[in-house]
């Protein structure tokens, strides 16, 4: 007791997850960016996975040293962003933590819109309590032909509430709207690879590091190659959380009798089915299949219910 000599510890600080890859967490506090190893300690005790760390966590950080800390305690996320890890065990990953919304940036063409990805993602968004922006980017591409395609694709998303922007990286065009919705909250950018997420960060911020050059810079190998996620603050008071994780993006499970709740226009309707439990696949007196039949429900809208309801995944 009175003969330990040592240094007290240092204070608890609170900080933000801002970086996470194999060898350390890269925390956040009000002085400093710290270092850090979990725990060993919380690891054992509280069953705390390394893994289920996300950038965007709040924790409280023992300070062991200049740039160095340990994670004491990790506070209880506000939302999460999940998907399925690869692998056979299909355990959860926590992509981003304490996220406001989920930009979902799609492209006009190369790749093409893929509008089933979307729905995908607007399903995992709504899942975990967050707001969604869909963004089009590549719009300095395509004809008239696809731009006019494109609108009238999108149009049941305005219905269902869901903010739109068009974009070009290249352009800048609507890069102004986008920084906007970017303001003083939380986002996440999804989307598949090469729609233009690092271009679009570049024209919304340019000069902010983001981690998909720092990677090709340090190993030679390509943009999407990236190991680990970053959080950067963008200078109107906005935080993007960058993930490798949101690119091969595959569901976290969700309830098959709880699918319809992510997409309102077949939520609506299910009141009309003849089963409680109704999933609108193969139940006589469905409402919603009568809903589809009358066009009242789009049916691009409804096959991607299907096929998420099928378990299949897309590309
Ligand atoms: P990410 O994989 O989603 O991060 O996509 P990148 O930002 O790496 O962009 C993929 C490719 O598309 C790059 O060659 C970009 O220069 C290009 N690109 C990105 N945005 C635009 C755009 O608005 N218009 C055009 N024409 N090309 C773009
Ligand atoms: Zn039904």
């Known amino acids: 007791m009175s003969d330990n000599k040592g240094p007290r510890p240092a204070a608890l600080v609170s900080g933000t997850i801002i970086r996470i890859d194999a060898r350390a967490s890269q925390v956040a506090t009000p002085g400093e960016v710290l270092h850090c190893v979990l725990r060993g300690r919380l690891t054992a005790a509280k069953g705390v996975d390394k893994r289920l760390l996300a950038v965007g966590d709040s924790v ?3 300070p062991l040293g200049p740039g160095r800390g340990a994670i004491e305690e990790i506070l209880p996320r506000r939302t999460k962003l999940s ?3 690869a ?3 299909r355990r959860e990953q926590v992509v981003a933590a304490n996220i406001d919304q989920v930009v979902i940036v799609t492209s006009l063409a190369d790749p093409p819109l893929n509008l089933n990805l979307v729905d995908r993602y607007l399903v995992a968004a709504s899942r975990g309590g967050l707001a969604a922006l869909i963004c089009l980017n590549k719009i300095d591409c395509g004809a008239e032909a696809d731009h006019a395609a494109a609108t009238a694709a999108l ?3 305005a219905a269902l509430g869901t903010p739109l922007v068009w974009t070009s990286a290249r352009t800048g065009l609507g890069i102004d709207a986008l920084r906007d919705r970017l303001a003083g909250r939380t986002s996440v950018f999804a989307g598949k690879s090469g729609v233009g997420k690092s ?3 570049n024209a919304v911020e340019p000069g902010l590091a983001l981690h998909s050059a720092e ?3 340090a190993t030679g190998k390509g943009r999407h190659t990236t190991t680990f996620s970053s959080l950067l603050t963008l200078s109107n008071g906005g935080l993007v959380i960058d993930t490798p994780g949101i690119r091969a993006y595959t569901l976290w499970e969700v309830d098959p009798n709880d699918l ?3 997409y309102p226009e077949i939520h609506a309707e299910r009141g009309g089915c003849r089963f409680a439990n109704c999933t609108h696949s193969h139940e006589p007196e469905c409402a919603v299949k009568e809903a589809v039949a009358a066009g009242r429900i789009e049916e691009r809208r409804f096959a991607s219910y299907l096929r998420i309801l099928a378990g299949l995944d897309e590309e």
């Open 83 to 85: 998907r399925r890890a």
């Open 155 to 157: 149009r049941p998303y």
């Open 199 to 201: 271009a679009l960060l």
């Open 260 to 262: 319809d709740r992510h």
């Open 60 to 62: 409280k950080v023992r």
């Open 87 to 89: 692998g056979p065990d």
């Open 215 to 217: 990677i090709s810079a």
